[in-house]
């Protein structure tokens, strides 16, 4: 998401460009031309091409001068990896999340927010695995799916409703909640309940159970997720593994209380 000022520049300068153009390239998910990303830029070619250098000659790009083609940069993979182990909840969750999905057969997903978003950091496959958007290191919508809401719905007042503005409300499926007042009601539902639930609202035929993952003061460090598809399973089954996911997010929550994590 770009941030603009009103003269039409960006809110963060020359770094909040430079980020915004990483992000061009890295929502492609393969190599992209200096056409393409002009194409979806806000910036006048001249600064994106001298930004593109600077990423490259930085080492945050890679560019390939057979195919002219631009690809995120190894520097910033050892970037990622570093935010990986010290801001993400994926190592300390891994041996939760390697049990429950043994004890429950189905796929288990973990995820923080950012933005308002989801942002999903590790994954289990079912022993039958479904095809499904969400995969480790993708960003997801908050209002439609269960770790989202799970999330949004323990945020302070102020960042709920921080959150609830960034959210973007296309319909996905007829079964999504498509305005802020109806997810401000589902939310002081999930926050009464302490589960949320996936119907059908960001794919067709895939739902979930999602729970918070919080600490001990009550701040939200992430959810966790037990998701399966309508052909072999259904809302009232996923309620039966409440106690399984929950036992899980707190034993998460417990192992990360020592932990560091952003805000």
């Not at 973990?110 to 999903?120: F, I, K, P």
Request: net charge negative.
């Amino acid at each position: 998401m770009n941030r603009q000022t009103t003269n039409g520049g960006h809110a963060d300068g020359t770094v909040g460009k430079a980020l915004d153009v990483m992000d061009l390239v890295a929502a492609r998910g393969r190599p992209v031309r200096f056409a393409e990303l002009l194409a979806e830029s806000d910036h006048p070619k001249a600064t994106l091409y001298r930004l593109l250098q600077t990423l490259t000659n930085q080492g945050m790009l890679t560019y390939d001068e057979a195919r002219q083609t631009y690809a995120p940069g190894l520097r910033l993979v050892r970037l990622a990896h570093a935010a990986w182990q010290q801001s993400s909840l994926a190592p300390i969750a891994r041996p939760f999340l390697d049990a429950l999905s043994e004890q429950v057969g189905e796929t288990i997903h973990l995820a923080q927010m950012d933005q308002g978003q989801v942002l999903y950091v590790d994954k289990r496959n079912a022993r039958k695995p479904i095809d499904m958007f969400s995969e480790a290191g993708k960003i997801g919508p908050g209002y439609c799916t269960g770790v989202g809401k799970a999330m949004m719905a323990f945020l302070p007042e102020d960042d709920r409703a921080k959150a609830i503005n960034m959210q973007a409300f296309f319909a996905h499926t007829p079964r999504t909640l498509t305005d802020a007042e109806a997810l401000e009601r589902e939310l002081d539902a999930i926050r009464a309940e302490g589960v949320s639930f996936d119907r059908e609202e960001h794919e067709q035929g895939i739902i979930c159970i999602a729970a918070p993952i919080l600490s001990a003061t009550g701040r939200v460090m992430g959810a966790l997720s037990i998701t399966t598809s309508t052909q072999r399973n259904t809302l009232d089954g996923l309620e039966k593994l409440r106690p399984a996911l929950t036992e899980t997010a707190t034993k998460i929550a417990e192992a990360a209380e020592s932990w560091q994590f952003p805000g």
